[in-house]
Protein backbone atom coordinates (compact mmCIF):
# COMPACT_ATOMS: atom_id res chain seq x y z
CA UNK A 1 0.00 0.00 0.00
CA UNK A 2 1.24 3.47 -0.72
CA UNK A 3 0.10 6.20 1.04
CA UNK A 4 -0.08 10.23 0.46
CA UNK A 5 -0.78 13.27 2.38
CA UNK A 6 -2.40 16.17 0.76
CA UNK A 7 -1.80 19.39 2.23
CA UNK A 8 -3.27 22.83 0.71
CA UNK A 9 -2.11 25.64 3.50
CA UNK A 10 -3.50 29.03 3.22
CA UNK A 11 -3.13 32.19 5.02
CA UNK A 12 -5.35 30.83 8.20
CA UNK A 13 -6.29 27.14 7.44
CA UNK A 14 -4.82 23.97 6.04
CA UNK A 15 -7.37 21.53 4.22
CA UNK A 16 -5.46 17.99 4.18
CA UNK A 17 -6.01 14.44 3.30
CA UNK A 18 -4.94 10.82 2.92
CA UNK A 19 -5.11 8.48 0.47
CA UNK A 20 -4.03 4.79 -0.02
CA UNK A 21 -2.99 3.02 -3.18
CA UNK A 22 -2.50 -0.55 -4.34
CA UNK A 23 -1.28 -1.79 -7.00
CA UNK A 24 -3.14 0.12 -9.45
CA UNK A 25 -3.43 3.94 -10.26
CA UNK A 26 -6.65 3.69 -7.78
CA UNK A 27 -6.55 6.20 -5.10
CA UNK A 28 -8.99 5.59 -1.93
CA UNK A 29 -9.29 8.06 1.01
CA UNK A 30 -8.90 7.09 4.38
CA UNK A 31 -9.56 10.51 6.22
CA UNK A 32 -10.04 14.27 5.39
CA UNK A 33 -10.20 17.33 7.45
CA UNK A 34 -8.86 21.08 8.15
CA UNK A 35 -7.66 23.15 10.66
CA UNK A 36 -8.63 26.32 10.32
CA UNK A 37 -8.75 29.28 12.46
CA UNK A 38 -5.01 29.12 12.80
CA UNK A 39 -3.69 32.53 14.81
CA UNK A 40 -6.88 33.63 15.73
CA UNK A 41 -9.44 30.73 16.83
CA UNK A 42 -7.84 27.24 15.90
CA UNK A 43 -10.17 24.56 15.59
CA UNK A 44 -9.34 20.95 13.98
CA UNK A 45 -12.02 18.62 12.66
CA UNK A 46 -11.40 16.02 10.25
CA UNK A 47 -14.06 12.74 8.83
CA UNK A 48 -13.15 9.70 7.24
CA UNK A 49 -13.84 8.25 3.79
CA UNK A 50 -17.80 7.32 5.04
CA UNK A 51 -18.12 10.76 6.58
CA UNK A 52 -17.88 10.10 10.45
CA UNK A 53 -16.25 12.12 12.36
CA UNK A 54 -12.57 11.65 13.82
CA UNK A 55 -12.02 15.17 15.34
CA UNK A 56 -13.52 18.63 15.75
CA UNK A 57 -11.28 20.57 18.40
CA UNK A 58 -11.29 24.01 19.36
CA UNK A 59 -7.39 24.53 20.01
CA UNK A 60 -5.15 27.16 21.87
CA UNK A 61 -4.40 30.16 19.97
CA UNK A 62 -1.12 30.71 21.15
CA UNK A 63 0.18 26.57 20.63
CA UNK A 64 -1.02 27.47 16.91
CA UNK A 65 0.52 30.68 16.32
CA UNK A 66 1.15 30.43 12.20
CA UNK A 67 1.36 28.13 9.53
CA UNK A 68 4.30 26.28 10.36
CA UNK A 69 2.93 25.45 13.72
CA UNK A 70 -0.36 23.96 12.09
CA UNK A 71 1.42 21.70 9.89
CA UNK A 72 3.33 20.69 12.56
CA UNK A 73 0.23 19.61 14.84
CA UNK A 74 -1.66 18.63 11.37
CA UNK A 75 1.68 16.14 10.75
CA UNK A 76 1.25 14.65 14.57
CA UNK A 77 -2.31 14.02 14.33
CA UNK A 78 -2.19 12.59 11.32
CA UNK A 79 1.03 10.55 12.50
CA UNK A 80 -1.46 9.20 15.62
CA UNK A 81 -4.41 8.78 13.78
CA UNK A 82 -3.55 7.18 9.99
CA UNK A 83 -2.01 3.89 11.22
CA UNK A 84 -0.07 4.47 8.34
CA UNK A 85 3.41 6.57 7.17
CA UNK A 86 2.59 8.57 4.36
CA UNK A 87 4.88 7.71 1.70
CA UNK A 88 5.16 11.12 0.43
CA UNK A 89 3.11 14.69 0.53
CA UNK A 90 1.41 16.65 -2.42
CA UNK A 91 1.07 20.15 -2.02
CA UNK A 92 -1.21 22.52 -3.43
CA UNK A 93 1.08 25.65 -4.49
CA UNK A 94 -0.79 28.45 -6.12
CA UNK A 95 1.58 29.61 -9.18
CA UNK A 96 4.35 27.84 -10.82
CA UNK A 97 5.02 30.85 -13.27
CA UNK A 98 6.58 30.37 -17.00
CA UNK A 99 8.72 27.16 -15.58
CA UNK A 100 6.48 24.86 -13.92
CA UNK A 101 4.05 23.12 -16.49
CA UNK A 102 4.13 19.96 -14.58
CA UNK A 103 4.01 18.75 -11.13
CA UNK A 104 7.63 18.87 -10.36
CA UNK A 105 9.20 16.59 -6.62
CA UNK A 106 10.53 19.62 -4.66
CA UNK A 107 14.06 19.97 -2.81
CA UNK A 108 16.03 23.37 -1.83
CA UNK A 109 16.91 24.41 -5.01
CA UNK A 110 13.10 24.45 -6.25
CA UNK A 111 11.99 25.79 -3.21
CA UNK A 112 13.89 28.69 -3.92
CA UNK A 113 12.66 28.91 -7.14
CA UNK A 114 9.02 28.89 -6.24
CA UNK A 115 9.64 31.38 -3.22
CA UNK A 116 11.06 33.76 -5.82
CA UNK A 117 7.45 33.65 -7.41
CA UNK A 118 6.46 35.34 -4.30
CA UNK A 119 5.38 38.99 -5.81
CA UNK A 120 2.97 37.30 -7.84
CA UNK A 121 1.11 35.73 -5.13
CA UNK A 122 1.91 37.32 -2.15
CA UNK A 123 -1.58 36.37 -0.19
CA UNK A 124 -1.22 32.65 -1.46
CA UNK A 125 2.54 31.45 -2.51
CA UNK A 126 4.44 32.14 1.13
CA UNK A 127 1.56 30.03 3.12
CA UNK A 128 1.89 27.04 0.10
CA UNK A 129 5.41 27.29 0.52
CA UNK A 130 5.69 26.91 4.73
CA UNK A 131 5.26 23.47 5.28
CA UNK A 132 7.00 22.53 2.12
CA UNK A 133 10.09 24.26 3.76
CA UNK A 134 9.77 22.93 7.57
CA UNK A 135 9.17 19.22 6.21
CA UNK A 136 12.38 19.76 4.24
CA UNK A 137 14.32 20.69 7.23
CA UNK A 138 12.53 18.05 9.06
CA UNK A 139 12.20 14.88 7.36
CA UNK A 140 14.27 15.17 4.34
CA UNK A 141 14.18 11.95 2.91
CA UNK A 142 9.94 12.33 2.74
CA UNK A 143 9.10 12.75 -1.36
CA UNK A 144 7.60 16.25 -1.70
CA UNK A 145 5.49 17.08 -4.58
CA UNK A 146 4.36 20.48 -5.74
CA UNK A 147 0.89 20.68 -7.85
CA UNK A 148 0.27 23.88 -9.57
CA UNK A 149 -2.89 25.69 -10.00
CA UNK A 150 -1.88 27.87 -12.82
CA UNK A 151 -0.17 24.80 -14.74
CA UNK A 152 -3.17 23.19 -16.38
CA UNK A 153 -3.80 26.84 -18.23
CA UNK A 154 -0.54 26.57 -19.78
CA UNK A 155 -0.77 26.38 -23.58
CA UNK A 156 -2.77 29.48 -24.12
CA UNK A 157 -2.65 31.19 -27.10
CA UNK A 158 -0.16 34.37 -26.99
CA UNK A 159 -3.46 36.55 -27.66
CA UNK A 160 -4.96 35.16 -24.58
CA UNK A 161 -2.50 35.56 -22.16
CA UNK A 162 -0.85 38.70 -23.27
CA UNK A 163 -1.19 42.21 -21.83
CA UNK A 164 -0.83 44.98 -24.21
CA UNK A 165 2.21 46.09 -22.33
CA UNK A 166 5.87 46.49 -23.01
CA UNK A 167 7.64 43.61 -24.04
CA UNK A 168 9.91 44.34 -21.17
CA UNK A 169 7.36 44.18 -18.69
CA UNK A 170 6.08 40.56 -20.19
CA UNK A 171 9.70 39.71 -20.20
CA UNK A 172 9.56 40.06 -16.68
CA UNK A 173 6.43 38.04 -15.98
CA UNK A 174 3.70 40.11 -16.40
CA UNK A 175 1.34 38.67 -17.56
CA UNK A 176 -1.96 36.50 -17.51
CA UNK A 177 -1.25 32.99 -16.09
CA UNK A 178 -4.86 31.58 -15.14
CA UNK A 179 -5.39 29.92 -11.56
CA UNK A 180 -7.91 27.02 -9.60
CA UNK A 181 -6.35 24.75 -12.49
CA UNK A 182 -6.52 21.57 -10.30
CA UNK A 183 -10.04 22.08 -9.81
CA UNK A 184 -10.37 22.25 -13.35
CA UNK A 185 -7.64 19.19 -14.78
CA UNK A 186 -9.98 17.35 -12.33
CA UNK A 187 -13.57 18.31 -13.75
CA UNK A 188 -12.07 17.80 -17.23
CA UNK A 189 -10.99 14.15 -16.06
CA UNK A 190 -14.84 13.09 -14.96
CA UNK A 191 -16.20 14.62 -18.09
CA UNK A 192 -15.60 11.51 -19.70
CA UNK A 193 -17.58 9.45 -17.58
CA UNK A 194 -20.38 12.05 -16.41
CA UNK A 195 -20.94 14.07 -19.43
CA UNK A 196 -18.79 12.56 -22.57
CA UNK A 197 -20.01 15.22 -25.44
CA UNK A 198 -19.12 18.00 -22.97
CA UNK A 199 -15.89 16.45 -22.60
CA UNK A 200 -15.70 16.94 -26.12
CA UNK A 201 -17.00 20.45 -27.20
CA UNK A 202 -17.02 23.26 -25.87
CA UNK A 203 -17.49 23.88 -22.34
CA UNK A 204 -17.19 26.56 -19.94
CA UNK A 205 -16.35 25.86 -16.18
CA UNK A 206 -16.96 27.68 -13.67
CA UNK A 207 -15.25 27.40 -9.97
CA UNK A 208 -17.31 29.39 -7.75
CA UNK A 209 -16.07 29.74 -4.67
CA UNK A 210 -15.22 32.97 -1.93
CA UNK A 211 -12.40 32.70 -5.38
CA UNK A 212 -14.13 32.15 -8.41
CA UNK A 213 -13.15 32.65 -11.80
CA UNK A 214 -14.14 30.35 -15.07
CA UNK A 215 -12.42 28.19 -17.35
CA UNK A 216 -13.05 27.58 -21.26
CA UNK A 217 -12.40 23.83 -21.91
CA UNK A 218 -12.25 22.67 -25.32
CA UNK A 219 -11.87 18.87 -25.51
CA UNK A 220 -10.28 18.39 -22.26
CA UNK A 221 -7.92 21.29 -22.23
CA UNK A 222 -7.95 24.65 -20.89
CA UNK A 223 -7.94 27.38 -23.69
CA UNK A 224 -8.65 30.75 -21.42
CA UNK A 225 -9.70 31.73 -17.88
CA UNK A 226 -10.81 34.70 -16.18
CA UNK A 227 -8.01 35.07 -13.92
CA UNK A 228 -4.88 36.60 -15.01
CA UNK A 229 -1.80 37.45 -13.60
CA UNK A 230 -3.33 37.27 -9.86
CA UNK A 231 -6.06 35.86 -8.30
CA UNK A 232 -8.01 39.75 -8.05
CA UNK A 233 -8.57 39.62 -11.89
CA UNK A 234 -12.06 38.57 -13.50
CA UNK A 235 -15.40 37.75 -11.68
CA UNK A 236 -16.99 39.35 -8.08
CA UNK A 237 -15.51 37.12 -5.37
CA UNK A 238 -16.31 36.98 -1.68
CA UNK A 239 -13.88 39.50 -0.76
CA UNK A 240 -12.62 40.29 -4.51
CA UNK A 241 -13.56 42.82 -6.83
CA UNK A 242 -12.74 41.28 -10.02
CA UNK A 243 -11.97 43.13 -12.98
CA UNK A 244 -11.04 46.99 -11.99
CA UNK A 245 -10.30 49.78 -14.05
CA UNK A 246 -6.60 50.38 -13.47
CA UNK A 247 -7.51 53.89 -12.51
CA UNK A 248 -8.82 52.89 -9.82
CA UNK A 249 -5.89 51.89 -8.09
CA UNK A 250 -4.45 54.89 -9.36
CA UNK A 251 -7.15 57.23 -7.83
CA UNK A 252 -7.08 55.08 -4.03
CA UNK A 253 -3.12 55.95 -4.20
CA UNK A 254 -2.90 59.43 -5.80
CA UNK A 255 -6.27 60.88 -4.28
CA UNK A 256 -7.26 58.63 -1.64
CA UNK A 257 -3.69 58.81 -0.04
CA UNK A 258 -3.69 54.82 0.62
CA UNK A 259 0.14 53.10 0.15
CA UNK A 260 0.26 49.85 -1.51
CA UNK A 261 -0.43 47.83 1.34
CA UNK A 262 -3.37 49.66 2.31
CA UNK A 263 -4.61 49.24 -1.63
CA UNK A 264 -3.55 45.14 -1.44
CA UNK A 265 -5.49 44.78 1.92
CA UNK A 266 -8.86 46.18 0.34
CA UNK A 267 -8.71 44.88 -2.81
CA UNK A 268 -8.18 41.17 -1.07
CA UNK A 269 -10.18 41.99 2.10
CA UNK A 270 -13.10 44.42 1.51
CA UNK A 271 -14.16 44.07 -2.07
CA UNK A 272 -16.64 41.53 -3.61
CA UNK A 273 -19.61 40.46 -2.36
CA UNK A 274 -18.69 42.00 1.11
CA UNK A 275 -17.69 45.48 -0.12
CA UNK A 276 -21.07 45.33 -2.05
CA UNK A 277 -23.59 43.87 0.49
CA UNK A 278 -21.60 45.87 3.20
CA UNK A 279 -22.64 42.62 5.42
CA UNK A 280 -20.89 39.59 3.95
CA UNK A 281 -18.62 38.15 1.64
CA UNK A 282 -20.61 34.82 2.02
CA UNK A 283 -23.29 33.62 -0.40
CA UNK A 284 -25.20 31.95 1.88
CA UNK A 285 -25.80 34.62 4.27
CA UNK A 286 -26.40 36.70 1.14
CA UNK A 287 -28.87 34.42 -0.45
CA UNK A 288 -30.92 34.26 3.33
CA UNK A 289 -30.75 37.92 3.30
CA UNK A 290 -33.73 40.08 1.98
CA UNK A 291 -31.72 43.60 2.15
CA UNK A 292 -31.71 45.51 -0.79
CA UNK A 293 -28.19 45.59 -0.87
CA UNK A 294 -27.69 41.96 -0.62
CA UNK A 295 -29.92 41.34 -3.95
CA UNK A 296 -27.38 44.06 -5.55
CA UNK A 297 -24.47 42.27 -4.69
CA UNK A 298 -25.98 38.94 -6.16
CA UNK A 299 -27.31 40.59 -9.66
CA UNK A 300 -23.54 42.00 -9.89
CA UNK A 301 -21.71 38.70 -9.21
CA UNK A 302 -24.49 37.00 -11.56
CA UNK A 303 -24.16 39.66 -14.12
CA UNK A 304 -20.22 39.23 -14.14
CA UNK A 305 -20.44 35.54 -14.35
CA UNK A 306 -23.49 35.55 -17.69
CA UNK A 307 -20.81 38.00 -19.18
CA UNK A 308 -18.02 35.98 -18.62
CA UNK A 309 -19.34 33.33 -19.97
CA UNK A 310 -19.87 35.41 -23.28
CA UNK A 311 -16.36 35.94 -23.59
CA UNK A 312 -15.48 32.29 -22.96
CA UNK A 313 -17.25 31.12 -25.32
CA UNK A 314 -15.69 33.68 -27.55
CA UNK A 315 -12.35 32.09 -26.90
CA UNK A 316 -14.23 28.70 -28.44
CA UNK A 317 -15.79 29.97 -31.08
CA UNK A 318 -19.35 28.81 -29.41
CA UNK A 319 -20.61 27.25 -26.00
CA UNK A 320 -22.24 23.60 -25.97
CA UNK A 321 -22.68 23.41 -22.01
CA UNK A 322 -21.52 25.35 -18.61
CA UNK A 323 -20.18 23.23 -15.64
CA UNK A 324 -21.02 24.47 -11.81
CA UNK A 325 -18.72 23.30 -9.22
CA UNK A 326 -16.91 24.31 -5.51
CA UNK A 327 -18.93 26.25 -2.83
CA UNK A 328 -21.18 27.73 -4.54
CA UNK A 329 -21.23 26.27 -8.08
CA UNK A 330 -22.12 23.01 -5.67
CA UNK A 331 -24.22 24.40 -3.24
CA UNK A 332 -25.87 27.43 -3.86
CA UNK A 333 -28.91 26.72 -6.48
CA UNK A 334 -29.95 30.09 -6.10
CA UNK A 335 -27.05 31.82 -7.10
CA UNK A 336 -27.10 29.17 -10.53
CA UNK A 337 -30.57 30.02 -11.31
CA UNK A 338 -29.79 33.92 -11.15
CA UNK A 339 -26.94 32.59 -13.50
CA UNK A 340 -29.15 30.91 -15.79
CA UNK A 341 -31.46 33.75 -16.15
CA UNK A 342 -28.68 36.13 -17.45
CA UNK A 343 -27.75 33.29 -20.40
CA UNK A 344 -31.12 33.45 -22.78
CA UNK A 345 -27.81 34.55 -25.85
CA UNK A 346 -27.28 30.63 -25.12
CA UNK A 347 -30.83 29.67 -25.04
CA UNK A 348 -29.91 28.03 -21.30
CA UNK A 349 -33.09 26.96 -19.49
CA UNK A 350 -32.57 25.90 -16.05
CA UNK A 351 -35.49 23.04 -15.01
CA UNK A 352 -35.63 24.22 -11.14
CA UNK A 353 -36.37 21.05 -9.82
CA UNK A 354 -32.96 19.39 -10.78
CA UNK A 355 -31.91 22.64 -10.00
CA UNK A 356 -33.31 22.23 -6.07
CA UNK A 357 -30.60 19.45 -5.51
CA UNK A 358 -27.68 20.35 -3.49
CA UNK A 359 -25.10 17.50 -3.78
CA UNK A 360 -23.49 15.24 -6.27
CA UNK A 361 -23.51 15.24 -9.68
CA UNK A 362 -26.25 17.37 -11.13
CA UNK A 363 -27.97 17.66 -14.63
CA UNK A 364 -30.35 20.82 -14.28
CA UNK A 365 -30.76 21.58 -17.97
CA UNK A 366 -34.29 22.13 -18.62
CA UNK A 367 -35.64 19.59 -21.84
CA UNK A 368 -35.62 22.65 -23.79
CA UNK A 369 -32.20 24.33 -23.10
CA UNK A 370 -30.04 24.43 -25.72
CA UNK A 371 -26.86 24.10 -23.88
CA UNK A 372 -26.15 21.71 -21.07
CA UNK A 373 -26.00 22.65 -17.60
CA UNK A 374 -24.58 20.35 -15.18
CA UNK A 375 -23.10 20.54 -11.62
CA UNK A 376 -19.95 18.39 -10.79
CA UNK A 377 -18.68 18.31 -7.78
CA UNK A 378 -14.67 19.19 -7.84
CA UNK A 379 -11.84 17.40 -6.15
CA UNK A 380 -8.82 19.06 -5.67
CA UNK A 381 -7.24 17.29 -2.95
CA UNK A 382 -7.66 13.73 -4.70
CA UNK A 383 -5.89 15.28 -8.34
CA UNK A 384 -2.90 16.50 -6.19
CA UNK A 385 -2.93 12.70 -4.26
CA UNK A 386 -2.56 11.16 -8.23
CA UNK A 387 0.07 13.82 -9.83
CA UNK A 388 1.96 13.25 -6.43
CA UNK A 389 1.45 9.04 -6.69
CA UNK A 390 2.43 8.99 -10.75
CA UNK A 391 5.50 11.23 -10.01
CA UNK A 392 6.17 8.99 -6.83
CA UNK A 393 5.84 5.82 -9.33
CA UNK A 394 7.90 7.65 -12.28
Known sequence: MTCILVLNAGSSSIKFAAFRSGGGDTLGLLQQGQLDGIGSAPRLQAHDA??????????????????????????????????????????????????????????????????????????HQPFNLAPIRALLQRQPQLPQVACFDTAFHHGHAPEIDLYALPQSLIAAGVRRYGFHGLSYEYIASRLPSVAPALARGRTVVAHLGNGASLCALQGGRSVDSTMGFSALEGLVMGTRPGNLDPGVVLYLAQEQGLDAGQISHLLYHDCGLKGLSGLSGDMRELLASDAP??????????????????????????????????????????????????????????????????????????????????VVPTNEELMIAQHTLGLLRS
Open 50 to 123: AGHGLVDRALDNHSVPDAAAAETLVNDWIATHLGATPDAVGHRVVHGGIDFSQPVRVDAAILDRLAALNPLAPL
Open 293 to 374: LARLALDVFAHRVAQSVAAMAASMGGLDGIVFTAGIGEHAPGARATIVQRLGLFGARLDAVANAGRTGVLDIAAPDSRIALR
